[in-house]
Nanobody, 121 residues
Framework: VQLQASGGGLVQAGGSLRLSCAVS????????MGWFRQAPGKEREFVAAVGWSGGSTYADFVKGRFTISRDNAKNMVFLQMNNLKPEDTAVYYC????????????????WGQGTQVTVSS
């Protein structure tokens, strides 16, 4: 399984970005798909995850601003990020989990290369 994240960039505070993650392989439907982020000097943290049927969960700091979704026909997962804040600046990673668990990065066996999101004030 290979994951390719894209869509990052530089945006002003209050702006929006949409991250995409393309997933190779024929078992995409089996995976919980998640987004994590890592800022310089900080640990990787959970952002959002979506199950095979579309049920989703979010970190408190993105609730109401970010939306995760998946397209099982196209093996894609997305993260729509609205009302971005400077503290959202980080490298964002998509990941796939076979365990069914969502919050701990150790439950994800497959990772994309990351895409940089920078929010200016």
């Amino acid at each position: 399984v290979q994951l390719q994240a894209s869509g990052g960039g530089l945006v002003q505070a209050g702006g929006s970005l949409r991250l995409s993650c393309a997933v190779s392989g024929r078992t995409f439907r089996r995976y919980v798909m998640g987004w994590f982020r890592q800022a310089p000097g900080k640990e990787r943290e959970f952002v959002a995850a979506v199950g095979w049927s579309g049920g989703s969960t979010y970190a408190d700091f993105v609730k109401g601003r970010f939306t995760i979704s998946r397209d099982n026909a196209k093996n894609m997962v997305f993260l729509q990020m609205n009302n971005l804040k400077p503290e959202d600046t980080a490298v964002y990673y998509c990941a796939a989990s076979e365990t069914g668990l969502m919050y701990d990065p150790r439950d994800y066996g497959y990772w994309g290369q990351g895409t940089q999101v920078t929010v200016s004030s």
